[in-house]
Each structure stands twice: as C-alpha cells, then as structure tokens.
C-alpha cells in the first residue's frame, strides 16, 4: 500500500537557516503530494502541493519539488523565521480507482526556530 | 478558510461510554474524512464518505461507525469508547475526492478527546 516517510525530528533552528525537511514515499500510479502545515493548537493547513512529476510547489518562501525518479517530495526554505515554528506534515494522495482521495501522512516534523 | 467546524473541540469521557463527534461544512463538497493523530503515526483515516449515506473504512476503523444524512454533516460514533481512542480528530473535505488530482483536502479545527 501507500506510505509516506518523513525525517525524524524534531528540528530546531536559528532564526535565518536554511531548512530541509526530507519526505520519501512508495506509491502506485501517480500519486498527487502535499506539504501540510500544523501551528500550535490549530488543525492542518495546506502548506504547497504538485500534482505530477517534476513539479515545484511553492509558497511563503517554501518550496517543495517533486521528483519520481528518487520518490521524494523534500521541503526546504532559504530563511527560517520564528513564526515558521510547527509540525509539518507530507502527505501523498492517490488517484483513480477507488482511493476516493484518501491522503496518507508521514508522521509529521517538529520544526522549532530560535531568535 | 474552508467553512469545516468540529464539535465539540474538547470531550473527556470515561470508558464505555457513546461519543458522537459532528464535521459540519458549508461549502457543499461531496467528499468528507474522519482522521485521527497521534503522535509518531501521523494522521491516520478512521472513515470516509463520497456521497450522503455512501461511508467506508479507512485504516484504522475499528470500534468507530460513522453516518452521513445531509451532505453538511459527517457524524463519527465511539459506541463504546476506551483509552486507546485517546487523540486528536481531524474532519477533512475535498470536492473531487481522487478524480481531480490537483483536488485539495481542508482541515477543520479538531476535537481532543480524552477517554478516562
């Protein structure tokens, strides 16, 4: 079956580092992949996504590339602030057949960025 | 924001006893999903409906019912809850379910539920 593995954390950082947060996964067909984003007490946000190979998601400085060749969908961002600190969560979802848009989740990252 | 509301967002109940968890949306998608996160395994689906009265499993099922009469509402029952289904649930909605692959789930706040 579908599965989705993320990096152990948790992460801390310095405010203004670079951040990578690895995320492979084993799926049939041509899954669709996310990048969800947990704030302290709140439920998930979507964070960026990419729908086929070789697509970069992006957003608020968060970028996510989807490579099949290696099945990784890694985040990574160039400058880490305080407000950056949460649980990010990769996802994978597939399509066709009777999967109704099911989403399975890697365990999920701690992030935590220090001033 | 996605209109998704939970209730309640906080529970604590004792062993052996029913809970109904509500998911209520306002933005008429016809796919709903009952997850539940627990730490180290992520999120994880309990149940899921593509249409009103059309439910089935997810991976880990046992021991929660759900039902859908209204294509608003997506109601999770604990007939009989126990300690283990302490956690986090998470109701989610997407419109196209896996026909559109660019179709995105939304979260609603979640409920913590704690069973003594």
């Known amino acids: 079956g579908d599965s989705v593995t993320q990096m152990e954390g948790p992460v801390t950082l310095s405010e203004e580092a670079f951040l990578t947060i690895n995320c492979t996964y084993t799926?049939?067909?041509?899954?669709?992949l996310f990048w969800y984003v947990q704030y302290p007490g709140e439920g998930l946000q979507l964070l960026l996504k990419?729908?086929?190979?070789?697509d970069k998601g992006s957003n608020k400085g968060f970028e996510a590339t989807y490579r099949k060749e290696t099945t990784s969908f890694h985040l990574e961002k160039g400058s880490v602030q305080v407000s950056d600190s949460a649980v990010y969560f990769c996802?994978?979802?597939?399509?066709?057949?009777?999967?109704?848009?099911?989403?399975?989740f890697g365990q999920g990252t701690i992030l935590t960025v220090h001033p | 924001d996605a209109g998704i509301t939970q209730s309640p967002r906080h529970k604590v109940t004792e062993t052996g006893t029913p809970v109904t968890l509500r998911c209520h949306q306002t933005?008429?998608?016809?796919?709903m999903y009952w997850y539940r996160q627990d730490p180290g395994h992520g999120l994880r689906l309990i149940h899921y409906?593509?249409?009103?009265?059309?439910?089935d499993k997810g991976e880990v099922s046992d021991g929660y019912s759900v039902s859908r009469s209204k294509t608003e509402d997506f109601l999770l029952t604990l007939e009989s809850a126990t300690s283990s289904q302490t956690s986090v649930y998470f109701c989610?909605?997407?419109?196209?379910?896996?026909?559109?692959?660019?179709?995105?789930?939304?979260f609603g706040p979640g409920t913590r539920l704690t069973v003594l």
């Open positions: 989610a909605i997407s419109e196209s379910g896996s026909g559109d692959p660019t179709d995105t789930q939304y």
């Open positions: 799926a049939t067909g041509y899954p669709s």
């Open positions: 990419a729908t086929k190979a070789d």
């Open positions: 996802a994978l979802k597939s399509t066709g057949g009777t999967s109704y848009g099911k989403l399975t």
């Open positions: 933005e008429n998608h016809r796919y």
């Open positions: 409906s593509y249409g009103v009265k059309d439910t």
